[in-house]
Structure formats: structure tokens, C-alpha cells
């Protein structure tokens, strides 16, 4: 099927704007294949817009928004189920028992005592919200402690019973 010029002349016109291509074909009645094609023949551009590009700058916050309010109860239990695997590398890294008694049954009694002070932040709380990276850098300058061993170790009990 031939183009007449009246198609042509459409096509020139209306091309170099942000119509989208379909909006064209469906008023010259091609495919927007045969568009394409016929505007490269005639050695028309267009111009570079984004394809879907959002009427709203903060779409994507209030897409968020909306994923988290929607799955608000599986976020959690990933995120509580990721904690738990972190710490339980954590105590395989550092031994899995108090450097002091031994005792190495219930994993929610083991405290993180950072040996030389010197500490960025505490490890349960950076168990929840730091990167894996910055997680393992911190428990290296960390020894394992029951909460027991740890509470005597902090008031100057250590040894005395």
C-alpha cells in the first residue's frame, strides 16, 4: 500500500513531536512499524523521551508506600528470619560458646563484648539495620559472652562469686 502525500505530509508534521507513535498509527491507519520505517526513509527524528515516563516525581515513594502497607507482615518475618541467620553466623564466626563458662544452649543468652572499647555501634542493633559487610568488620573486634559472663564482666565481678 502506497503512502500518499497527504499521509506523508501528516506524518512530518506530526512525528517530530512527543505523540506517541500509537496515537500516530492510529490516525494515518499503519502499524507503527510502517511508521518507523517510512520516518527513517524520509530521515525523520524524533525526540528522546522516556517511555513510561511517571506524571509524578515521587512515584516511586508512593509505590513503596503502598508495597509495604501491602506486605507489611512479610517484610517483617523476612527481615526477623534474616537477623536470626546473621547472628547465628556471627556465633560460628566467634566460636559459639562464652569464652568465659562455655556455655553455648540458647542462642538468644549470647551478648557481643567488644574487647577494646573501641566500637562503631552494637552489634544487635547493627543486626537489623547494617549491611553484612559492616556487620562482620565490627564482630571481628568482638569477643562472644553469656549475658551472665557479660553482666559481671561490665561491673568488675569477673571471677568473684
Known sequence: MRWEQ??????????????PLKDIS????????????????????????????????NHRNEYDKRYYEENKKKIYENKKKRVRQYKIELLKMLGGKCKICGYNKCLAAFDFHHKDGVKEGNINRLLK???????????KKCILLCSNCHRELHHNIGGIV
Do not use: F, G, Q, W
Request: with cysteine; hydrophobic share 30%; proline share 5%.
Open 129 to 139: 539495620n547494617v549491611s553484612k559487610k559492616k556487620l562482620l568488620k565490627e564482630a
Open 6 to 19: 497527504k499521509e506523508i505530509d501528516c506524518l512530518k508534521k506530526m512525528y517530530h513531536t512527543k505523540i
Open 26 to 57: 492510529r490516525k494515518l491507519k499503519r502499524s507503527t512499524k510502517a511508521i518507523k520505517h517510512k520516518a527513517a526513509r524520509l530521515r525523520l527524528s524524533r525526540p528522546n523521551t522516556p517511555v513510561n515516563k511517571p506524571k509524578n516525581k
